[in-house]
């Protein structure tokens, strides 16, 4: 049991790290596309403040996206890679979908581009969610070799002299 719970902590700070790279990415694109079009590229906080509420944003999206997907993913792909990585995807896309289309319409952003914001919403979900499946996965085949090595050693013996 602490192994599984090992693998998923493991998981899940991948996972945040990979939403808080995204956001950094997301903010040197904006401040690019600021620069090359003229237009204002915000106040110094923003960088900083957007790279916040991307990482508040991943602490609640673990246990409501990332966490979810990666069980039903394992479950699904019966703890095979290829599979388990490919139904996590899938889970994760069709959660980000509802999640984003959900805030859309409650955020009243116009009807016309729900789909682009659920499109961009479940295509940032897929990094994240790779990075969790494939941390856990990496830390539970970890375990399972160290727990078959030391159970294999056997007792050492004493030398003579």
């Known amino acids: 049991m602490g192994a599984s719970v ?22 040197l694109g904006l401040l690019a596309y600021a620069l090359v079009t003229g237009a204002d590229p915000g106040g110094p906080l923003a960088g900083p403040l957007l790279v ?35 139904y996590a995807g899938l889970v994760a896309v069709v959660l980000a979908a509802g999640y ?7 955020t009243d ?16 979900a897929l990094p994240p ?11 539970g085949r970890a375990a399972r070799l160290f727990r078959r090595r030391t159970a294999t050693a056997g007792p050492l013996r004493a030398e003579a002299g």
């Open 52 to 86: 916040l509420i991307a990482a508040l944003l991943g602490v609640a999206g673990l246990p409501l996206l990332f966490a979810p997907a990666v069980a039903l993913g394992e479950a699904a792909g019966r703890r095979r890679v290829g599979p388990a990585l490919a």
């Open 109 to 124: 952003v116009p009807g016309a581009r729900v789909p682009l914001v659920t499109g961009i919403g479940a295509l940032l």
């Open 100 to 106: 984003t289309t959900a805030i859309a319409v409650a």
């Open 6 to 27: 090992a693998r998923h902590l493991a998981g899940a700070a991948a996972a945040w790290l990979a939403v808080v790279a995204e956001a950094v990415l997301g903010y």
């Open 129 to 139: 969610t790779a990075a969790y499946a494939l941390t856990a996965g990496g830390v």
